[in-house]
């Protein structure tokens, strides 16, 4: 299947790399055009422009996956295209999309007779070799349509154990991809899937802060123990009921570097968490696990607030506590 990529960042050129080792055609375009070139020489065509893309992949339908960051870029992109495809055309944008946007933008084109899928996409820099957990919205015709470009993008079975029951359903979701709803289903997925994300690392970030602790001269010096993170995360790797993929990274971040001397703290969010709050808050569902890891990235940017200064100022005022009172004399 011939198939148009818009964006080659660290995704995008991996995405055409699995579908080009698949057996598919891609016609890539990236802002970078050194990038797109690159890509050429592995067997993409590059193009200049997203007219150029358009006009590479032939009659229609054609497909063309949109893999930008989320907000104007892509709006720019999409409208774009809008202008160059046709009725039967789908256009598939596998960034991080709000949901709601997928909404209004799947009315827009089927005016124009263009067709929309969203899809949320989970791998990050490894699927290429790991493959892509897709979470898909559109209408069933465009999706099926498709399903040679997400057959390729997915892991497969590979050598997961199969979920006993799961006979009589749809076979793709084994394979790591599924058609999850209309327009704005995939994303929604995938938004959630990103706020799990958040719980689960400050889980992982708060436990190992709690045994690197425990070697603190305030404690009692038998109650003290220096252990060894690398091992501990390690061995929790071994038939733990905490084992995962995100454990696996933590491993291999504390082999090499055990106090993460590389790393600052500053931690960023790129929208799907406070998305999946917001959509809480909708559906008046409790999250207090995936509001409160949001709120610890917020905290991870900042110095001492002026708000922790009003907690010392009350706990001073009532109990005498001082703290790390400044200029104290």
């Not at 802060?209 to 995360?233: H, M, N, Q």
Request: glycine residues 14%.
């Amino acid at each position: 299947m011939r198939i148009g990529v818009i964006g080659l960042g660290r995704m995008g050129a991996n995405i055409s790399r699995r579908l080009m080792r698949a057996g598919h055609s891609c016609v890539v375009f990236d802002a970078k055009a050194e990038t797109a070139q690159r890509l050429g020489a592995e067997g993409a065509k590059p193009a200049g422009s997203l007219a150029e893309v358009v006009g590479a992949l032939g009659p229609s339908p054609r497909a063309v996956w949109v893999m930008l960051p989320s907000g104007k870029i892509t709006e720019d992109a999409i409208a774009e295209l809008s202008k160059l495809l046709g009725t039967g055309d789908i256009v598939i944008d596998g960034g991080n999309t709000f949901y709601k946007d997928d909404i209004r933008r799947a009315k827009t084109l089927a005016g124009k007779g263009i067709r929309y899928v969203d899809c949320g996409t989970s791998g990050g820099v490894w699927g290429l070799e790991r493959g892509y957990c897709l979470m898909i919205g559109g209408e069933k015709d465009a999706v099926d349509h498709l399903d040679p470009i997400f057959a390729a993008l997915a892991p497969g079975l590979g050598d997961i154990p199969r979920t006993e029951g799961r006979e009589a359903r749809d076979p793709r979701a084994e394979r790591g991809y599924i058609h999850a709803g209309p327009p704005g289903a995939g994303h929604f997925v995938k938004m959630v899937h990103n706020g799990i994300e958040y719980g689960l690392m400050q889980a992982y970030a708060e436990g190992f802060d709690i045994l690197k602790g425990r070697s603190a001269d305030s404690l009692p010096e038998d109650e003290r123990f220096t252990l060894d993170l690398g091992d501990v995360a390690e061995v929790w790797r071994r038939g733990s009921v905490v084992s995962s993929w995100l454990l696996d990274l933590t491993a291999s971040a504390l082999a090499t570097d055990e106090q993460l001397e590389h790393f600052s703290g500053f931690v960023e969010d790129s929208g799907e968490g406070r998305w999946t709050i917001d959509a809480a808050v909708e559906e008046a569902v409790p999250a207090n696990v995936l509001a409160a890891a949001l709120f610890t990235r917020f905290r991870s940017r900042r110095e001492h607030t002026f708000g922790e200064k009003v907690l010392s100022a009350m706990r001073f005022g009532f109990g005498g506590h001082t703290e790390h009172m400044l200029n104290q004399k």
